[in-house]
């Protein structure tokens, strides 16, 4: 395609691919291959010295795999992107790339259960500390970055009290100390949020949640500077080897092409849902980032283009009653993971954060009665009817 730039709503369906190139063919060919044959040895040799373009081999690359890379580049503005088989694989990989023993990583006041895991192997394998802050203020930020700290690693909104980080106040410090800035943006997608245009340097998906929007695939994309992504490429993910199938970029690319339109249409229902579960008797509190009581909201007005499919609340009661909430529940399905057309309920505590030591959970705001829901792409009118139900017979 030639005529750039095109919108966002275009890019998502056309961007990393030219038909032309494949007979024709409208839609991205999957290469379900393992590996690619060379003309003759020379062709062989120079592939593998990096002196020809070309593929060698599925784990070091897969034109598929390109095209999702080179769309999901695109849609966040960056220079490259990586797919890879989890998001756990791609934090994974950009954490070990850019730490090393003796480092300090700085992360928001709250990041994904299994991320957090994760920190927690460095800290005891290989003595990289970690440390979280509410980066509320330039002084706060300023204090806890050590001669040490090697990045900062954010997570907004930050799963599941949809507390947010100024992407633009952290970049600007951190540029300023030379330290590179990771965002985990999988619960804004880059149609509503683009980090790397608010100055941070890598930024990462779960792209098993709205890039995929489907339920059916596990898959992480990471999108940052050519010379950054090509060294991820070339250790941490060629010899870690958490590589994303051709299949499951295939997949992806289907589903990305709603990406827009599916936004909008979570958005709204969480929304509308917003409207009703803040003014229910049995709910305690409220944590959305569209509320505009929310002590955020500012924040979300200046980054995101809206306030995404997410929100969580509390029941009045004991764990047991938000349990029993869950249970009487009938559209609305229980299980972990967002960004499906389902909408999906869990409870943090016991689920997706129950490896985090409670005292740790307590801090961050996820109570024994907090809920959370990912707003699927049902009729509001129904999600709503459910909700309405389930709340009358606690
Ligand atoms: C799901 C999720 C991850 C992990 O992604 P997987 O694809 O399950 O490995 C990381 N960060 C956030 C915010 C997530 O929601």
Redesign the pocket.
Same mark, same amino acid.
């Given at each position: 395609m030639s005529q750039k730039p095109f919108h966002f709503e275009t890019e998502v369906i056309h961007s990393g691919y030219s038909s032309e190139k494949y007979e024709g063919s409208l839609t991205p060919p999957l290469f379900q291959t393992a590996t690619f044959t060379f003309d003759n040895a020379l062709q062989g040799e120079k592939r593998f010295a990096g002196q020809e373009e070309g593929f060698i081999y599925s784990r070091l690359g897969n034109p598929t795999v390109k095209m999702l890379e080179d769309r999901m580049a695109a849609l966040e503005k960056g220079e490259a992107g990586l797919a890879f088989s *989890?998001?756990? &694989?791609a934090?994974s990989a950009i954490l070990v790339a850019l730490t090393k023993s003796g480092d300090h990583i700085l992360c928001s006041q709250g990041v994904?259960g299994? +991320?957090f895991g994760f920190l927690e192997l460095l800290k005891e394998k290989y003595g990289i500390s970690h440390q979280f802050s509410l980066m509320d203020s330039r002084e706060e930020i300023e204090k806890n970055i050590l001669p040490n700290t090697a990045c900062i690693y954010i997570?907004t909104p930050i799963?599941p009290t949809m507390k947010l980080v100024d992407l633009a106040l952290v970049s600007k410090i951190a540029r300023e100390e030379g330290i590179p800035v990771i965002v985990?943006n +999988?619960?804004s997608s880059p149609y509503l949020q683009q980090p790397l245009l608010l100055g941070c340097d890598v930024v990462i998906h *779960? &792209?098993?949640?709205y890039i995929c929007g489907h339920g059916d695939v596990? &898959?992480?994309i990471a999108v940052g500077k050519k010379d950054f992504m090509k060294k991820v490429a070339m250790t941490t993910q060629k010899d870690i080897g958490g590589i994303m199938s051709p299949f499951d970029a295939w997949l992806l690319l289907r589903g990305l092409k709603t990406l827009a339109v599916r936004m909008d249409r979570h958005c709204e229902n969480t929304s509308k849902l917003f409207g009703f579960l803040k003014n229910h008797p049995k709910v305690e509190t409220i944590f959305y980032p569209g509320d505009e009581g929310h002590p955020d909201f500012p924040i979300m007005k200046k980054q995101m283009k809206q306030a995404g499919g997410l929100i969580s609340f509390s029941i009045k009661g004991t764990k047991e009653t938000a349990q029993e909430f869950m249970d009487k529940l009938n559209l609305i399905k229980i299980a972990v *993971?967002?960004g499906d057309s389902e909408t999906l309920i869990q409870h943090p505590a016991t689920m997706t954060h129950a490896v985090i030591p409670a005292e740790e959970r307590v801090k961050m705001g996820i109570s024994e009665t907090l809920l959370r829901l990912s707003v699927g792409l049902e009729s509001w009118e129904d999600l709503q009817a459910d909700l309405e139900q389930a709340l009358s017979a606690i």
């Open positions: *989890s998001g756990m &694989a934090v994904y299994c +991320t997570e799963n985990d +999988t619960f *779960s &792209a098993t949640k596990i &898959a992480g *993971s967002l």
